[in-house]
Each structure stands twice: as C-alpha cells, then as structure tokens.
C-alpha cells in the first residue's frame, strides 16, 4: 500500500485515499488522476452505501463538476447476523473516512458558505442568466452553499442591493463584469453600517468582457473559467485591496480598479455596442484611438511616490513575485524614497491617462505591471503624445506589460492625483462612463476585501529583464 496517501478506504472495487494535499480513486491498481484537495466541494456517504466525493475537474480545460462514486466493499460474513454487524462496521469506518476527508478539504476554511449573488444579465456576451443555471447554481449548490440570488433589472441596482446587504453573509458573487463590481463597491460604501460593510469579501464570476478581478486574481489564463471562479468564491480566503475615493463637483464615489481619460476612456466606452465580441472590443477601439491620434484636454496634477521605472520594476520583482499579499499591513516599502506633500504638473500633451492598482485590465493588457496593492499608492500612467507607430507598438508584449518601457508612456506611483479638463472628451472609472470634469482622488489602502484561492495576484507574465534590474544593484 502507498504511503504516500496515508488515509485509505477499502471500497468494492479498489480503494479510495487522500494525504494532505490531494485525494484519488484507485480502482484495481489502477489510479485515477488524482484532484487537489482544494478541489473537493463535498464528501457524503449516502443511503445506498456509496462514498460520494464532489469534486470539480479539469474537463477541455475548464473546472466542472465531477462526482467519484464508490461502493462500500460487502460482508463476507457467514451469518446474516454477523453480515449485518459487519455491514454496520463498513459504514462506521466509511463514515469517519468520509468525515475526515471533508475536513481536510475544507480546511481553515468555513462549510457552506452563506453567498449573496447578483447577477447583471447583459454584462459581456449577455450569457450570464444561462450560466448561472447551468453551471454556478449547480457548483455552489454541490458545495451546500446557502445562496440568495437575484438578476438586476436596471444600471445601478447592485448599488441599491450591496447598500441593504445582510452583514452576515460570507460572500458577495457578482456575476458580471468590473462595472457589476464597480456598482457593488459603490453600494457597501453607502451601507448603513459602511466599514463592515466593505468587509465582505466579493467575489467575481467573470460574465463581462474585461472581468479584471478575475484576471488579477485567478491569471489570465484562468480567468474565464466558470468552475474556477465558483471555486474561488466557495473556498478563497480575503485579500485586501485599496479603494480609491473621487471627489468630483459635490459628488464622492469610488472607484477599486482604474481611471481613465483620453484614448483608453475613448475605447471603452466607444465600443459598448461590440460587447458580442467579448474582450476583443478593447483591442479593436485601441486601435481606433490610434488612427485618430486625438490629444486629451486636460490637466494633471500628482502627488509623487516614485517614478523610476528600473528601480519600480525591481521592487516589483522582488516584492510582489515572491510576497503573499495576505500579510497586508498597508505601508510602503521603508526604502522607497518618501512622497513629497506638493502637487507636481504634467507638462506635455497627453493622449491618454490611465490610473490603477492592480496590474491587468484585461487579459490582452498588463497596464500597470509593477502595481502593489499593499504599497499605498496608485500607480498613474501618462502616455504623452507620441507617433503612431510607437503607439501600434506598444501592443506587442501588451499582455505581458512590455509596453511600460516605452519613453512616452510616463509611469508615476502616486499618493493621489486631481485632473483638470479643459476641453470635451471621455471619462471613465472602473469602464463606466463618469462626467468629464474635474476630479480629484485619493487612496484608500485595505479598504476592500476580495477572494483569492491563494491570496496573491498573477503578475508571472511580466518579467523584466535581469541585465535591467541588475543595473540597480
Ligand atoms: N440589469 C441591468 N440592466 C442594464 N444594465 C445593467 C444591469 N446590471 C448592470 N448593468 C450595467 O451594465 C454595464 C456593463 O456591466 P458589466 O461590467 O457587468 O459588463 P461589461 O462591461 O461587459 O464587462 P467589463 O466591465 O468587465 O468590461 C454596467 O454599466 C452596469 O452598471
């Protein structure tokens, strides 16, 4: 017998075994692939005596649902007396397998969480209500979560429904895109009860176009993967992020991913009518933008943290890599030079600005490559005017952050900034379209709390290069 996988059950037809990280089914010598532990929403043993282990498993590449079903080995007792003793006796042993089994699986982690789910059902490709039926409802139903679901019916009812959430849920699950986020954020920061509020973890299923949560925190690859989020939602732990503050006119709002003007405002909001496309809408408006090469009217105004490029990215490859962000404590780094408490301008033409924390804003663009949500700034992108064939060009390697090398493309870490139209043009915050007048922002660190399956975000795809950095030892 394998020592391997210490914990075995003898079944009818091989045994079935678990060590600390995965469990697997081996069916007369024969083994199963085996599924992570992470991955086993449930373990049961039924009334018709089969051990029944619910787990989700890679099927074309995607997490589904995937029972292991098992029958209890029988009696070879003589008697019918003593085949029903040994009967009960399989079923006892059956039993504290299976008991044991589920509290592995869940470890440090609380059972059948109580989920309050929104759904925005024209986000993305408009397939969201589908979904939900077919593939979450199912999931989280395995898992024994208690979920309170409700399909919005207008723009703006996650705000409403996030503002009177019940503060004993678990989590919140928004099946949406970021502007589903972007309300829900908006609406705890409204809650009576606001600071405990925000301290629900969300969760995202990525039924959007961008889906940036997903990105950042489940990777590009695993993003728009429907199991995997639900999976996220059932079993993440909270990993803090910032939330940004917009004082705009007499208004305040909040924004948790980005802000733009210019170009990438342009993009989103003029490609809305080409949801269908999924996230090809945002390379195709790029591109758009590109060709008309309109300059944004504004000013802008930062308080600088940092802008060295070689020496942000080196942190960014020591810290973020190897830190799990879930040892949070909001300070930044004591070696980073101090911010100045004054206000410096932006002095050239701007084509676009764009601000963030997190690095990705869709799977085809790492903006904001060396962002660190534990460092207390945001990170502020300004690409000034440049030729066309340097803006075609930073497309290339966009998905992997290379297009923060470029000259043009001036990337500050920032404690807040404020910007000042003077002229007509496009504002968005977390891709929903705002007015296009002054605003001034501040950061707000750890405020939100998200899910994570392993409390870190996927920045693997950028790698500076180690001739670069080493220039800064
Ligand atoms: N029931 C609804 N009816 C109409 N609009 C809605 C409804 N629920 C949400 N919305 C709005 O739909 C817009 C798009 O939402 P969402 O972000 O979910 O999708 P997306 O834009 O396709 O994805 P992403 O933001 O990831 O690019 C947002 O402005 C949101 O406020």
């Given amino acids: 017998m394998s020592t391997d996988f210490p914990h075995v059950l003898q079944v009818a037809s091989g045994r079935l075994e678990y060590n600390d990280e995965a469990f697997r089914f081996m069916k007369q010598s024969k083994s199963f692939s085996k599924v992570p532990l992470i991955n086993i929403l449930w373990v049961e043993l039924n009334d018709e005596d089969q051990v029944v282990v619910t787990t989700l498993a890679p099927t074309s590449g995607k997490l589904a649902l995937h029972p292991v079903v098992a029958e209890l080995r029988k009696s070879k007792a003589k008697t019918q007396k003593e085949k029903d003793k040994e009967a009960e006796e399989i079923r006892q042993e059956a039993q504290r397998w299976a008991d044991k089994l589920l509290d592995a699986a869940y470890k440090g982690l609380k059972r059948n969480r109580k989920l309050r789910a929104f759904l925005n059902p024209i986000g993305g490709k408009g397939k969201g209500a ?42 919140i699950v928004v099946l949406s895109g970021d502007g589903g986020i972007h309300e829900v954020v908006n609406g705890l920061a409204k809650h009576e009860q606001a600071a405990r509020a925000l301290r629900i973890p969300v969760a995202q ?35 803090k992020l910032p939330i940004y ?7 305040k709002y909040f924004s948790f991913l980005t802000q733009a003007g210019g170009l990438m405002a342009d993009l989103d909001l003029g490609t809305e009518h080409l949801r269908w496309m999924g996230d090809t809408r945002f390379v195709l408006g790029y591109l758009r933008g590109v060709v008309s090469k309109k300059i944004c009217p504004v000013e802008i105004e930062y308080r600088l943290v940092q802008s060295d490029k070689v020496q942000m990215a080196a942190s960014a490859k020591t810290s973020i890599c190897t830190t799990k962000i879930t040892s949070y404590h909001g300070t930044r780094d004591d070696d980073e030079p101090e911010g100045t408490d004054g206000w410096t301008k932006f002095e050239k033409p701007v084509m676009y600005y764009y601000a963030g924390g997190l690095p990705y804003v869709s799977r085809d663009l790492m903006q ?44 500050f870490k920032v404690s807040g900034y404020r910007v000042k139209p003077t002229g007509k043009g496009n504002f968005t915050v ?26 870190r975000l996927d920045i693997s795809s950028f790698t500076p290069d180690d001739a670069i950095l080493d220039a800064t030892k």
């Fill in 205 to 239: 299923i990525s039924t959007g176009s961008a889906n940036a949560v997903c990105v950042n925190i489940l990777g590009p690859k695993d993003a728009f993967d429907i199991g995997k989020c639900c999976l996220n939602a059932i079993k993440g732990r909270p990993m």
């Fill in 430 to 455: 977390d891709g929903e379209g705002y007015p296009f007048e002054p605003f001034e922002l501040r950061v707000h660190a750890g405020q939100l709390r998200v899910l994570s399956l392993d409390g």
């Fill in 368 to 411: 904001f490559p060396v962002a660190n949500p534990s460092d207390g700034c945001i990170d502020l992108v300004i690409q000034s005017r440049a030729p066309r064939a340097i803006m075609l060009k930073a497309t290339v390697g966009a998905e992997k952050g290379e297009a923060y090398w470029i000259d043009s493309q001036h990337y």
């Fill in 245 to 251: 503050s917009i004082k705009q006119g007499d208004k």
């Fill in 130 to 171: 589908h979904i939900y039926q077919h593939e979450v409802e199912p999931i989280f139903a395995a898992a024994r979560c208690k979920v309170e679901f409700t399909s919005t019916a207008y723009q703006g009812h996650m705000v409403e429904l996030a503002q009177k959430v019940d503060l004993d849920v678990d989590a």
